[in-house]
């Protein structure tokens, strides 16, 4: 199967630090066909329970702080803050954005 790269390499990072998928609980912000989609159904593949949401999620912070994986593919710089973050979470953020010094 044909996977995107970026899907693939976040894969990669969570296998490299052995983080365990299976029975966890991911959330993905980001809903993309290159990014969002392909890695739930990746999570999905790994027997975790996914969550896939975007910036207009009702209560996004709070759905996100249930999750053991938070996957973070939105292009908007500093969405995420602490309230997002379930203490001990693992988050990888791949959402690519432009500030004033590029």
């Known amino acids: 199967q044909m996977v995107p790269c970026t899907p693939a390499g976040i894969m990669e990072i969570l296998r490299e630090y052995n983080v ?25 593949e790994k027997n975790a329970t996914v969550t896939l949401t975007h910036s207009r999620t ?19 710089a500093k969405f995420v803050t602490e309230e997002f973050v379930k203490e001990g979470a693992v988050v990888i953020d791949v959402g690519i954005n432009r500030d004033e010094e590029g």
Do not use: F, W, Y
């Open 20 to 44: 365990e998928l299976e029975g966890k609980t991911a959330v993905i912000i980001g809903r993309s066909n290159i990014v969002g989609k392909p890695m739930a159904q990746l999570l999905l």
């Open 58 to 76: 009702p209560h996004l912070a709070k759905v996100c702080n249930k999750a053991d994986v938070l996957i973070v593919a939105i292009g908007r």
